[in-house]
C-alpha cells in the first residue's frame, strides 16, 4: 500500500473540530480552501483570524513530494538536521534526469548511466530515512501522486512547480523550494503567506471538441501570466462536477502557467470513482463520511461574490477550443534560420 491510511484517517478526525473552530474565529460560512488551510494549521486548531494577502502563517502539512533534481540538495540539508527519520510521509521521483532524445527504452538506458551516481544516493539515503523512492522509469511525479498518494481535504507540498496537479483529487497541493520541503520533514512549521482565493464558478458542461485543458486555457487568457500570484483558485459549481478528476487535475496542474500557488476542486463523485479505480476504495469511504468538510460551505456556492477576492464564471457549453498561435521560435534562434 503506497498511501498513509493512517495517516489520512487522523486527518479526516481532526477536521470536523478544526473546521467547526475555524467557522467560529472568521464568523461566516468557509470556502472549501479556507477549511484545508485553517485545519492544516501547525499551531492546532484554529485560534485566530488571519488576513489573505497578508498574514504570514505557519503551517502543517501532511506529506512531501520531491522530484530527483531538487531532491538532492534537499536530501543533503536534511542529512544534516539529526533526524533518524522523515516527520511526515515523504517521496522521491526520478523523472527529471531523463532526458527525451531517441526513444523512451534508450533514453532511459541512458539517463540510468549517466545519472547513477546520484540516483544511488537518493535511493539509499531515501532506504536510510524512511523515504518512498520511486526509481527511474516508474512514472511522473505529479502524476504519481495523483495516483497514489494525493487525497481530497489534505495538504502536501512539493519540489515541483506542477505539484497542484493534485489539487484535482481535492488537496491543497502547493510547489516550493527544496529547503521548504526539509523543514517539513524535519517537524518543523512551514510558513506561507495566507493566499487570497478567486473563485471560478463553471456552469454547463464540455462538448464538442473542448477538453479540460481549454478551462485553464480560458482562465489564463483572463488573468494573464500572472494573475494568480498570491492567489489559491478555488472550481465550483455543477460544470465542475461534470470533470473527469484527471480534467480536474490537468487544470490545477495548469494553474502554475498563471502563477497562482494552487488551485483545488471540491470532493465529488467523479473523484470518488477515481480514488476507487486508483485501488484506494478505502480513503473514499472515508472522504464521504466528512463530505461536507471537503467542500465549500453551501452560502458560499450561492452568493460566491460575497467570499472570493475575485470571480470568475465559465460557461463550459459554450466555452470553443483554445490553439495554441505562437510564438514557434525561440528569438535566440532566429539568426540561426
Keep these: 500500500m503506497a498511501f498513509d491510511i493512517e495517516m489520512i484517517r487522523a486527518v479526516y478526525a481532526r477536521l470536523g473540530e478544526r473546521v467547526a473552530a475555524a467557522r467560529q474565529v472568521i464568523g461566516?460560512?468557509?470556502?472549501?480552501?479556507?477549511?484545508?488551510?485553517?485545519?492544516?494549521?501547525?499551531?492546532?486548531?484554529?485560534?485566530?483570524?488571519?488576513?489573505?494577502?497578508?498574514?504570514?502563517?505557519?503551517?502543517?502539512?501532511?506529506?512531501?513530494?520531491?522530484?530527483?533534481?531538487?531532491?538532492?540538495?534537499?536530501?543533503?540539508q536534511f542529512m544534516s538536521a539529526g533526524k533518524p527519520k522523515v516527520a511526515v510521509p515523504s517521496t522521491v521521483h526520478c523523472d527529471?534526469?531523463?532526458?527525451?532524445?531517441?526513444?523512451?527504452?534508450?533514453?532511459?538506458?541512458?539517463?540510468k548511466s549517466q545519472n547513477k551516481e546520484v540516483y544511488d544516493f537518493l535511493a539509499s539515503v531515501s532506504n536510510k530515512y524512511g523515504i518512498g523512492f520511486w526509481k527511474p522509469g516508474a512514472g511522473i511525479i505529479h502524476q504519481v501522486v495523483l495516483e497514489n498518494y494525493a487525497f481530497p481535504g489534505g495538504m502536501m507540498i512539493g519540489t515541483d512547480s506542477h505539484t497542484p496537479n493534485a489539487?484535482?483529487?481535492?488537496?491543497?497541493?502547493i510547489g516550493v523550494g527544496g529547503a521548504d520541503a526539509v523543514d517539513v520533514m524535519a517537524g518543523m512549521a512551514w510558513e506561507l503567506k495566507f493566499p487570497k482565493l478567486i473563485g471560478v464558478k463553471l456552469t454547463g458542461k464540455l462538448s464538442g471538441w473542448t477538453s479540460a485543458k481549454d478551462v485553464i486555457l480560458k482562465v489564463?487568457?483572463?488573468?494573464?501570466?500572472?494573475?494568480?500570484?498570491?492567489?489559491?483558485v478555488e472550481y465550483f459549481g455543477e460544470g465542475a462536477e461534470s470533470l473527469s478528476c484527471t480534467g480536474k487535475a490537468t487544470i490545477c496542474n495548469m494553474g502554475a502557467e498563471i502563477g497562482a500557488t494552487t488551485s483545488v476542486f471540491a470532493y465529488d463523485h467523479k473523484m470518488k470513482a477515481y480514488l476507487e479505480g486508483t485501488e484506494r476504495a478505502d480513503i473514499a469511504a472515508l472522504a464521504d463520511q466528512v463530505r461536507e468538510h471537503l467542500r465549500a460551505d453551501p452560502e458560499v456556492y450561492a452568493n460566491s461574490e460575497q467570499y472570493f477576492d475575485q470571480v470568475i464564471e465559465i460557461n463550459l457549453s459554450e466555452l470553443e477550443p483554445h490553439v495554441n498561435n505562437g510564438p514557434f521560435y525561440p528569438r535566440c534562434c532566429l539568426a540561426d534560420l
Design 220 to 232: 489564463a487568457g483572463i488573468l494573464t501570466v500572472k494573475g494568480g500570484t498570491g492567489y489559491i
Design 96 to 111: 527529471h534526469l531523463i532526458q527525451a532524445k531517441i526513444g523512451a527504452e534508450q533514453d532511459l538506458n541512458t539517463a
Design 167 to 173: 489539487g484535482g483529487l481535492g488537496m491543497i497541493a
Design 28 to 76: 461566516r460560512p468557509l470556502t472549501q480552501t479556507e477549511k484545508v488551510l485553517y485545519s492544516h494549521l501547525y499551531e492546532g486548531l484554529p485560534k485566530r483570524l488571519f488576513e489573505r494577502g497578508k498574514s504570514y502563517v505557519d503551517f502543517a502539512p501532511d506529506r512531501v513530494a520531491m522530484q530527483d533534481a531538487t531532491a538532492q540538495m534537499a536530501l543533503l
